[in-house]
């Protein structure tokens, strides 16, 4: 599955981003939005949709917007932060008084 297959939204009200494949739910990130920060706290993929690049898309997709919107991000999600560890060109989004915390 690639991530074409996958459709990207922001729920606002639920403070969080959904990611859904032929117009199901798959998974999501939850967050809470700062003054200058976007603060990841949970990221899940639904079990039907495990194994199929979900939680990667999520995350390339919510650090993408982060970026765009140009605020840092507060890994608190351990999937999140995982992400940024591996993939180092976002390690520049998290929030520089907090990057030794999360050891990025």
């Known amino acids: 599955m690639s991530n074409n297959d996958i459709v990207f939204t922001s729920n606002e009200a639920a403070h969080r981003y ?7 739910l798959a ?8 003054t200058d920060a976007i603060m990841f706290t949970h990221t899940e993929v639904l079990p039907e949709f495990e194994g199929k ?6 995350a390339k997709h919510v650090l993408g917007e ?28 998290v929030r520089p008084d907090i990057q030794r915390a999360f050891k990025i």
Do not use: M, W
């Open 18 to 24: 959904e990611a859904a494949i032929d117009g199901k």
């Open 27 to 34: 998974g999501y990130a939850e967050y809470n939005l700062l």
């Open 53 to 58: 690049g979900v939680g990667s898309g999520i």
């Open 66 to 93: 982060a970026r765009t919107k140009g605020l840092h991000v507060i890994p608190v999600c351990q999937f999140i932060a995982g992400y940024i560890r591996k993939h180092r060109e976002y390690a520049d989004l």
